[in-house]
């Protein structure tokens, strides 16, 4: 490593000049005591000098093992005439030194008006010290009156090298001769000071410059801690009651209206969720007919209970909507009838708090027959065909297992043209839906079918993006609140479609197969499948899931040495192996040695 110093100007007095060379530069290279080597060593041959002759050149060593290298120009009208090597040696050095003779006041305003414009082109942020040589010849202090001269053409005052190193942005310095204490501790200390400061920037530079060039080499492997223990994705707990009993609060997609004997509107409700629950309405909405229909009490219990309502002249009729107006039921039963909004809530919360129904009709009906009576209509109308001999059963089985998980589920309707409002046209398919399962289970559909839109009024709705084995796993799941993927890959694709409508439960649940079926993986098969796992880890990214990105950082991590064979993982750009260090695996040289 080396220091370059260029040195500009004569300090010595222009009325005794000799062909002494400059005594300022020589004079501290042959006393510092960092500076090795005696003043007759210091100056080159005359053939080194000669190929540059605007410029004297010394060298020594600094600091021990540090180049020192001066070029001094103690002649101003030389340094014109060769301005191509003097521009070069001022760009190119590390500690600028100007230097002039108070009592030569020709001399500094040449240095002044025609060089300094010069220099200040030159410089490339690198220090300047302006160092005043010598003894005023006339101490005392110059009149200030404008008319006189007296004192003007002798010396240069301190205030003008303040100005000038002003202009530069210099440190300013005054050397009254060139004694020891002068050279050595003043000069010499702020020249030594710089001198630090440039190795430093060097070695600086240096280590910034070996880290781009070993980066230039390929992607090293990331030093990374071994993670403990893979990070745990909990599951989102399911909501799927809850959002079937606020769809019955909404009134949303209403298609059928409950009316007592007197003609009198009692409750709204959803063929959809009604006939996914009982065989009763199934018969009544005519999704299923008197033939289909084994058990007879299925059939008595329908005749005994509601009957359809089709007269235009149906009081309110001229209210409702032309385009596909709710179906008028009429409820025969007075005190079902009564008691018709509790067991619609039992129904749409699952059809197994039997007691809370029982505690409701109580409050109704004081007459404990007549709660017998309701309770047992209720059952009649949840009964599975030829599953109960007898209707005390009927309670015991509904509160050990939940309504939802009968055959008569809503799977039932999924992809079925029975009942349904709504078809989703892909990939030149159709899949016909549910206005009020995709409301109640899809905040997004839900505002798209009850907002300015023009799905909201339009019953072929297209779907891009998404093919449709991967739309129908997403309807599977708001029809059942499950899923089961066929693989790593259909898990991915079903992820990015529950990000696209938001429903955050379905992409946990994706999280927790894709991380199942890697966690089952044995190495040799992880080593020769076919699975981008670092085009995974994109994706997740992409697609704001957090925990499974940084689950499958944790997982390349652990399972390095069998990842880092395949070429994508070759690929891994700077950013991407940004995110080991921000997810917590910190840098950790030699962990993977």
């Not at 005359?46 to 120009?73: I, M, W």
């Not at 001198?195 to 030093?223: C, D, V, W, Y």
């Amino acid at each position: 490593m080396s220091i370059h110093i260029v040195a500009l100007g004569n300090e010595g007095d222009a009325f005794h000049q000799d062909s002494r060379p400059s005594g300022l530069i020589r004079a501290y290279l042959g006393r510092s005591p960092l500076v090795s080597g005696d003043e007759s060593s210091l100056l080159l041959s005359a053939s080194g000098a000669a190929a540059r002759p605007v410029f004297t050149e010394y060298q020594a060593s600094a600091f021990g093992n540090v180049k020192l290298v001066v070029h001094d120009c103690p002649v101003w009208d030389i340094f014109d005439s060769d301005w191509y090597t003097s521009r070069n040696l001022i760009g190119g050095a590390d500690i600028i030194v100007i230097k002039y003779n108070v009592n030569d006041k020709f001399s500094f305003h040449e240095v002044k008006d025609n060089y300094i414009p010069v220099i200040k082109r030159a410089l490339n942020s690198v220090p300047v010290i302006i160092a005043a040589v010598g003894t005023r010849q006339n101490e005392e202090l110059p009149c200030t009156c404008p008319l006189c001269t007296s004192d003007r053409g002798s010396c240069v005052s301190t205030t003008e090298g303040i100005q000038l190193a002003k202009e530069l942005g210099a440190t300013y310095l005054e050397l009254h001769s060139l004694d020891d204490f002068y050279i050595g501790k003043y000069f010499g200390g702020v020249l030594e000071y710089f001198m630090i400061q440039a190795l430093n920037q060097k070695t600086s530079e240096k280590m910034k410059r070996r880290k781009m060039s070993n980066s230039f080499h390929g992607i090293r492997p990331p030093q990374l801690e071994q993670p403990e223990k893979m990070p745990v994705l909990k599951a989102e707990a399911s909501h799927y009651n809850a959002d079937l009993n606020n769809l019955l609060f909404c009134c949303q997609c209403v298609d059928v209206v409950f009316y007592s004997p007197d003609l009198k509107e009692v409750a709204e409700a959803h063929k959809i969720v009604l006939c996914a629950v009982s065989h009763v309405f199934m018969l009544l909405f005519s999704v299923k007919s008197p033939a289909d229909i084994q058990d007879s009490s299925i059939i008595q219990t329908t005749q005994d209970l509601f009957t359809i309502n089709r007269d235009p002249a149906f009081p309110g009729a001229s209210q409702e909507s032309l385009g596909n107006p709710p179906l008028r039921v009429i409820v025969k039963d007075a005190f079902f009838c009564s008691c018709l909004s509790d067991i619609l809530r039992f129904i749409y919360s699952g059809a197994f708090q039997w007691e809370e129904l029982e505690d409701d009709i109580r409050k109704k009906l004081k007459d404990s027959g007549d709660v017998s009576n309701v309770i047992e209509k209720v059952k009649c109308i949840l009964k599975t065909p030829g599953k109960f001999n007898c209707l005390r059963n009927c309670k015991t089985y509904q509160a050990r297992k939940p309504l939802w998980f009968y055959n008569t589920s809503l799977k039932f309707f999924l992809n079925k043209p029975m009942l349904a409002d709504v078809v989703f046209e892909i990939q030149g398919t159709t899949v016909p839906a549910h206005r009020a399962i995709l409301v109640a289970r899809c905040e997004v559909m839900a505002a798209m079918f009850n907002g300015n839109y023009m799905e909201a009024k339009s019953v072929l709705i297209p779907v891009y993006g998404v093919s449709k084995e991967t739309f129908l796993s997403f309807l599977e799941y708001l029809y059942t609140d499950s899923c089961c993927p066929a693989g790593i890959f259909q898990a991915m694709c079903l992820l990015i479609c529950a990000e696209m409508y938001q429903v955050s439960r379905l992409q946990h649940i994706c999280e927790l197969f894709i991380i199942t079926q890697l966690q089952s993986m044995p190495s040799r098969e992880l080593a020769s499948m076919n699975l981008d796992i670092v085009d995974l880890l994109k994706k997740a990214k992409f697609h704001h899931s957090d925990c499974l990105s940084t689950w499958l950082l944790h997982f390349i991590a652990t399972n390095y040495l069998i990842f880092s064979q395949k070429p994508e993982f070759q690929d891994l750009s700077g950013h991407t192996l940004g995110w080991w260090r921000r997810c917590g695996l910190g840098p950790a040289p030699g962990s993977w040695r």
